[in-house]
């Protein structure tokens, strides 16, 4: 099917260069396992699932018709002082996988509510034990908390805050994990730990007690993959320990399998007191975000609060929508049935050593990753971003996608995906890269 330039017209699409892409567009009209198919009936290898989320493959019937299944028989309650049972069910279902002590879950419709909703916990819990005055936020440089407004505050990525004015007040950075000596390191780099003492150096500058939370994504995932070093993440929790700093660990893309465990948290074995998930707990069939909070805070909370009285005063309209439920109840038990995150587990070691193996080409300066999720970057064209876009449309025309962060490639198959699909992911990386 061909579209005119009228076609195009009303939708201003999110992240995109609009008018480039309609001069090129790339148009998807089904998707299959870990295939895509354009509008032109091509098939696509999809080499970053989506965007981090169909870990269980495109369009799989059995969360389709447990969607539609749904909306036949209930489409929407409204979900403050209503429920259905479906949101009950697929919070026990969360709680069973997140660590121990995380046994409470909290709904939105994105990854980027979750973080907005884990900021608003943690303010909450301060105030509720009578440490309203912790209004500060620690994040890091290179992370992406997702597009509102105290997410793009927490991120540490130019772009996205540039135009958006001052953000939320409090908001100070650590700074990112890259170190220019682990270059091509696999896995978690030996060097580096100390890079945690940034938080430790800021609680000393600012007042322990004034900081609510520390935020971190355990694999800072959308700016290229970066692997925490050996013990940052401990070092972090002993940190946040000794000043009574929230711990939020931001599990959007590292949560249900992606890197081997079910959360990043299990992979480095460092449990925070607030987890954010969205992505993959629905296979993106349906949008859903989810907090899960430990039982100190959530008690803290829901204890300070007298008797009658809302407990929190959060929610959206769409919180636990009946149809996003089904589909996370369906999508985790795809991953039970099919052992999602122990097949991730027993692919990571071929997908690395693939992965790692185009570290001969010029082009690439660097390579990281961890389970099933590679980045790597590439030597910049006339201006940062301008080739990784290129290089983009030139896979997409070879026949795979893979989501770009400027010149930064991120690789993370669906969890289904076989030896031959990593294969192929990494000849056409390798022929396209050889195009230049
Ligand atoms: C770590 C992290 N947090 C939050 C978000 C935002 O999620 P969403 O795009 O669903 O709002 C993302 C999205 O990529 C993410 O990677």
Not at 189 to 213: F, S, W
Request: glycine residues 10%; negative net charge.
């Amino acid at each position: 099917m061909k579209y005119d330039m009228e076609f195009f017209e009303h939708h201003w699409m999110p992240f995109t260069s609009n008018r480039d892409f309609k001069s090129d567009p790339r148009m998807v009209v089904r998707g299959e396992g870990v295939y895509l198919y354009s509008h032109e009936d091509e098939r696509i290898l999809d080499g970053s699932s989506g965007m981090f989320c169909c870990a269980a493959g495109h369009s799989r019937p059995e969360i389709a018709e447990a969607v539609y299944s749904q909306l036949k028989e209930l489409s929407y309650v409204a979900p403050f002082q209503l429920a259905q049972p479906l949101s009950f069910e697929l919070a026990r279902r969360i709680a069973a996988l997140t660590p121990a002590g995380l046994d409470h879950v909290f709904f939105g419709n994105s990854g980027s509510e979750a973080v907005e909703t884990a900021v608003k916990i943690a303010y909450a819990y301060h105030y509720a034990r009578g440490e309203g005055q912790r209004h500060r936020f620690v994040s890091r440089e290179r992370a992406y908390h997702g597009v509102n407004l105290a997410g793009v505050s927490l991120s540490g990525m130019m772009k996205n805050r540039q135009a958006f004015g001052p953000g939320l007040p409090g908001v100070v950075h650590m700074r990112h994990t890259w170190l220019p000596e682990n270059r091509f390191v696999k896995g978690q780099p030996e060097t580096g730990m100390e890079l945690a003492e940034d938080l430790e150096r800021l609680a000393q500058q600012l007042g322990p007690d004034t900081i609510a939370a520390c935020i971190v994504e355990p694999v800072a995932g959308s700016t290229g993959c970066l692997v925490p070093p050996k013990g940052y993440l401990d070092r972090l929790r002993e940190i946040c320990d000794g000043h009574g700093i929230v711990l939020i660990f931001d599990e959007v893309i590292c949560g249900f399998g992606r890197l081997g465990t079910a959360f990043g948290a299990d992979a480095f074995g460092v449990i925070p007191d607030i987890m954010t998930m969205a992505k993959a707990l629905t296979n993106a069939a349906q949008p859903m975000g989810a907090v899960a909070v430990s039982n100190k805070i959530h008690g803290m909370i829901t204890a300070s609060a007298v008797d009658g009285a809302i407990e929190l005063f959060h929610g959206y309209t769409c919180s636990a929508h009946p149809a996003a439920c089904a589909a996370g109840i369906a999508t985790l038990d795809i991953f039970e049935k099919e052992k999602l995150i122990e097949r991730a587990a027993d692919l990571s070691g071929y997908f690395l050593e693939q992965i790692f193996a185009l570290s001969d080409i010029a082009m690439i300066t660097d390579i990281r990753g961890y389970g099933l999720f590679a980045g790597f970057d590439l030597e910049p064209g006339e201006a940062p971003g301008v080739r990784g876009l290129d290089f983009q449309k030139r896979l997409y025309r070879n026949g795979l996608h893979l989501k770009m962060t400027g010149d930064a490639g991120l690789v993370a198959p669906p969890l289904i995906s076989e030896k031959r699909h990593i294969d192929r992911l990494c000849d056409i990386l390798r022929r396209t890269l050889a195009e230049y």
